[in-house]
């Protein structure tokens, strides 16, 4: 049985719906502190409990007193089942974020201070109003923003850091897995592809994720350029929710023959518009296609990204480990996941420690040094050879 650290006020309560991330993130932690992995924890006994009739409660087994408590939760994760009235029922984005609300009510009167890390944003995608509708994700930001223990708000590639302005009183912070997806996307392509670049925004919502990808590879021996795809919808009618896509519309260079295309986006949830774009860059001749996102929810299962997948029509997708993916997805060749929880740990340690975390969220170089390392290595292969 591990022990609670005793000589450092940092704590986790890690949710059963982010176990795997919260776990790797206590061993980074624990490393950097030089403690003994196999010993220590930073991590908080909780129980969580699911009644019958749907209500829930959140148990803390270790005293937080004067303790600075970070909640790792994700809200995306439907992997979690309680019963209900007899049924096994699997939890939504609203249960978990009761449960979150459950375990700080639980801590907040004896913790120091609070920080709520929520890498996928509950709501993220409903950043603005369009019709008679409630700005929920603003709205689940600034009842957290009103517990007055809550110092730190901590997500990943919110769909528009604009719901920020829900709040006044607690820190938001939007960070992007963009150097943990890249550092594993650029040792798996080959200098051949690396070579002729185009980055695709699926459309204009995704332009500016596109741009942070496109710069990432500003190295003098690749070309790079940039294309997106503008949707037509069907105004007229709502079905699920969604006015249905009438066409995608490529807009840059249609010269891409040979080309290797990466399509950028926040996530993929149906992968409908992803189908489309893979469809309308192929009628262009375009080379390899591999896609990049933050989340891979694959609401609609994973049959037609197999389908492409074994047609040659895409080569790979990347993504993060910071919401759930079922373990069978996983076996998938084509589908690389992405551990961020290095960087995870890093923001923690310095937000517990009022370090400053700008370098974090602004700093891009990594990739760019490690294509430098790469093209490098291979020129000096080339010498060897054929000298």
């Known amino acids: 049985m591990k022990e609670q650290v005793n000589s450092e006020k940092l704590r986790l309560m890690v949710f059963e719906s982010a176990k795997s991330l919260g776990q790797r993130v206590d061993e980074n932690l624990l490393e950097m502190y030089n403690l003994d992995k196999n010993k220590n924890t930073f991590i908080l ?88 509708e409630n700005l929920t994700c603003g709205q689940a930001l600034r009842e957290l923003d009103d517990i007055s223990k809550i110092r730190s708000f901590i997500t990943f590639d919110a769909h528009d850091q604009g719901v920020e302005h829900a709040i006044r009183n607690m820190e938001f912070d939007n960070f992007y897995a963009v150097d943990m997806i890249l550092d594993k996307f650029i040792d798996d392509l080959s200098l051949d592809e690396l070579k002729n670049l185009v980055f695709i925004a699926p459309d204009n919502g995704a332009v500016g994720r596109r741009n942070v990808y496109l710069n990432s590879f500003s190295y003098p021996d690749i070309h790079r350029e940039a294309g997106s795809f503008v949707k ?74 197999r389908k492409l997948y074994k047609e040659g029509k895409i080569q790979g997708i990347y993504t993060s480990n910071l919401s759930y993916i079922p373990l069978e997805y996983l076996k998938e060749e084509w589908l690389h ?36 390392k790469k093209f490098k290595e291979d020129k000096k292969k080339w010498l060897i050879k054929n000298c």
């Open 45 to 132: 006994p909780i129980k969580e409990s699911f009644f019958e009739d749907g209500h829930l409660k959140v148990e803390i087994s270790e005293t937080v007193r004067g303790k600075d408590v970070f909640f790792i939760t994700d809200i995306g994760n439907y992997s979690v089942t309680y019963n209900i009235h007899g049924f096994t029922n699997h939890a939504s984005p609203n249960d978990l974020l009761m449960q979150l609300k459950d375990g700080i009510g639980a801590c907040s009167r004896h913790a120091d201070k609070i920080n709520v890390v929520m890498p996928l944003l509950y709501a993220g995608r409903q950043h603005r109003r369009n019709t008679r």
């Open 232 to 305: 037509q919808r069907d105004f007229n009618n709502l079905v699920d929710g969604k006015y249905p896509i009438l066409s995608h519309d490529y807009s840059g260079n249609k010269n891409l023959k040979g080309k290797t295309a990466i399509i950028v986006d926040d996530m993929i949830s149906s992968g409908g518009s992803m189908f489309d774009v893979v469809k309308e860059l192929k009628n262009l001749h375009i080379g390899n296609v591999y896609i990049i996102v933050t989340y891979a929810l694959f609401t609609k299962g994973i049959d037609e990204f």
């Open 337 to 372: 996941v992405c551990d961020c929880s290095k960087e995870l740990s890093q923001i923690i340690y310095n937000i517990h420690n009022d370090l400053s975390i700008s370098s974090i969220l602004r700093d891009r170089s990594e990739s760019v040094l490690k294509l430098e």
